[in-house]
């Protein structure tokens, strides 16, 4: 494979034809394996050694509390367990931090938690992060720079884009907001390219 | 409408922690169903225990052939040797091939790219001809077009599909609605009308389709007296023709 181009300090995210290449050998924040039936603690433990006041804050910075420690990896849910392993990661100041379809395990209110959680790592802590994902719309609004396998091999790259680009667009699934409000422009309508459902309503109040 | 599966009383608890919780469900042929829920909610485990794979107690009735696809583990080594290819009849080669590209059937499964999986996965459970299948998250990790073709043969198949994900723009795509919170039903019901349910769903934390809340806010301001789920539908209401 190509070599990916990872921006430095910044949410990074990667569309690829064939994820698991890329991810073959790479520390991946993606669901364990394990089929140990050993506690949070000690599965916490036997991979960073750590039990100390890190460990703690890890696990805050997550929005897991300590109680979890003393329940088994085997028995947590997908998304306690992809908590577990970013918390891991954390303790071990991983400088990259890639993660594999993490939208997947969380709802809404999950997800505006760890995009705060992303941003503060980046800007605060001086993280790396990237997403490998098959569908980037959820990263729409956050990610800064985008690698998207447009053929085996062939890359395209896109810095800072708007919600709006087109070159983007040809590659990622339309967010419904900016479906609908290219569809109500083709149509005739005149309303700006909004990111905000507040903003939309209200530009439809004044259109109707 | 013929009842397929009958979930009753379940409970399951895992060290101490209670998973499922008197959980009563039913799934009816044609009904298809999309299940979702908060963190550590029991989606999987629901699954895992319609499975087998989980003990518990309560009763879980089949009234029908019911699969479950929970993970995408392949123990074979090759997509062909996976599908048992050789000694399948006509009739399943076709399935098969309607899903997998024959030039591809002698590929290595380790090798294979996770769309290529799900679809052997799913082939798999459809060569068992079921009434019901369940399918856990990974299901909308397919391409649109996959998606599609999946929906399509198992309407005319008679397969009803019961998938779990949190992918909240896709429980349109679903007849009825199961949302779960802490091994109970929350809410359950006919699609919009679950979605309907704004403030019970924004308080657990999930989102509502893009179509619906928007429709929800422009019904409130009058501007329109419904749901729409389309933009087609929501466009004509908004700006009539």
Request: aromatic share 10%; net charge positive.
């Amino acid at each position: 494979m190509e070599k990916i181009e990872i921006k430095k300090e910044a949410i990074n995210a990667l569309q690829l034809k064939d994820p698991q290449v890329f991810l073959k050998g790479m520390n991946v924040i993606t669901l364990p394996e394990t089929t140990e039936n050993i506690s949070v603690k000690n599965y916490i433990f036997k991979k960073t050694s750590c039990f100390d006041q890190r460990l703690l804050d890890s696990l805050k910075l997550v929005n897991l509390n300590e109680a979890i420690l003393n329940r088994k990896i085997l028995v947590l849910s997908s998304s306690e367990k992809i908590k577990i392993e970013l918390a891991i990661h954390l303790i071990q100041n991983t400088a990259v931090l890639y993660l594999y379809e993490f939208d997947r395990y969380f709802m809404e209110k999950d997800l505006l938690f760890f995009k705060k959680l992303f941003k503060k790592l980046v800007t605060k802590y001086h993280k790396t992060i990237c997403f490998i994902n098959c569908h980037l719309s959820f990263l729409l609004d956050f990610a800064q720079y985008y690698c998207l396998e447009k053929k085996k091999n062939q890359f395209i790259e896109i810095e800072n884009p708007t919600f709006y680009e087109k070159e983007l667009l040809n590659y990622v699934e339309l967010p419904k907001i900016v479906e609908f409000i290219n569809y109500i422009n083709e149509e005739g309508k005149k309303i700006n390219q909004y990111v905000d459902l507040k903003e939309l309503l209200k530009a439809i109040f004044r259109e109707v | 409408m013929k009842k397929l599966l009958e979930i009753q009383n379940l409970n399951l608890v895992k060290q101490k922690n209670t998973i499922l919780n008197q959980l009563t469900l039913n799934f009816y042929k044609g009904v298809s169903v999309f299940i979702c829920g908060t963190s550590a909610s029991g989606k999987t485990s629901l699954l895992k225990a319609i499975a087998g794979v989980h003990k518990y107690t309560g009763h879980i009735l089949k009234y029908g052939k019911v699969e479950v696809i929970v993970d995408l583990k392949n123990d074979q080594e090759t997509i062909k040797a996976e599908l048992d290819y050789d000694n399948l009849n006509e009739t399943q080669k076709r399935i098969v091939h309607q899903f997998i590209n024959p030039r591809i059937l002698e590929n290595k499964n380790e090798e294979t790219n996770e769309e290529t999986k799900i679809l052997i996965v799913l082939c798999k459970a459809f060569l068992k001809e079921p009434d019901l299948l369940f399918v856990d998250q990974f299901f909308f990790k397919l391409s649109s077009k996959n998606l599609k073709k999946v929906f399509c043969y198992a309407k005319k198949k008679g397969i009803t599909l019961a998938v779990v994900s949190n992918d909240i723009e896709q429980a349109l795509n679903f007849s009825y609605m199961i949302v779960l919170d802490q091994g109970r039903v929350a809410i359950e019901g006919k699609t919009l009308q679950v979605l309907e349910q704004e403030k019970i769903l924004k308080r657990l934390g999930i989102g509502l389709p893009f179509y619906v809340d928007l429709s929800i806010q422009l019904k409130l301001y009058g501007l329109i007296q419904k749901i729409y789920v389309t933009k087609e539908e929501l466009r004509g209401a908004l700006w009539k023709k």
